[in-house]
């Protein structure tokens, strides 16, 4: 049987593209999750692994569909040949369980890490200059100004929360918020 298995790291991205490269390559059986690949639990992988018999085909688009890192693809991959499991890269290739494939692998699975690796570093290096600059706030910017919480929370005083979020756009749990640091600057 043809097994594919598509991942994303966030519940923001799609998994379209890689299951409409799965579907072309006629997997019969789907397995999807969006599930960040640093993390060893991956329920659906986890699933799928046990799932496989010797025959089985494994298809991926990519290697690090697969894996976080070098050590844990080879495992992975390791196992699957181990239990007769055929292992199909597509934009790499068929792997092997040859000493060239072997090879290959660990060379990719190396290549990847270190791209993850260099990715990680250019967004520290980007937060550390970003942390020099006065006006820097940690974590996501706000959706409203000063301006239209001062209203919203103006609002508050003949309008029920309710209300209010209608007329603003402002939701009830942001207004309290904002309300409490309101009142904790003021008695600070």
Do not use: W
């Not at 690949?37 to 991926?60: A, C, H, I, N, Y």
């Not at 974590?139 to 919203?152: D, F, L, S």
């Amino acid at each position: 049987m043809k097994y594919g298995y598509a991942r994303v790291s966030t519940v923001a991205q799609e998994l379209a593209v890689q299951k409409q490269a799965l579907h072309s390559e006629k997997c019969e059986i789907i397995r999807e999750e969006k599930f960040t690949g640093m993390k060893t639990d991956r329920p659906v992988f986890s699933l799928l692994l046990r799932e496989l018999q010797e025959g089985d085909t494994l298809v991926v688009t990519k290697l690090d569909r697969l894996a976080r890192n070098t050590k844990e693809g080879i495992e992975v991959i390791e196992k699957l040949f181990e239990k007769g499991v055929k292992v199909h890269v597509l934009n790499v290739g068929l792997l092997e369980d040859t000493t060239m494939g072997h090879f290959f692998l660990t060379t990719l699975l190396a290549v990847a890490q270190m791209e993850r690796n260099l990715i990680v570093e250019r967004t520290q290096e980007g937060k550390a200059l970003a942390r020099q600059r006065d006006d820097f706030k940690e974590g996501r910017p706000r959706k409203h100004t000063k301006q239209q919480v001062q209203h919203a929370l103006q609002l508050l005083e003949t309008h029920t929360y309710k209300e209010v979020e209608g007329m603003t756009g402002i939701t009830k749990r942001t207004l309290i918020r904002r309300k409490n640091e309101q009142e904790a600057n003021s008695q600070g």
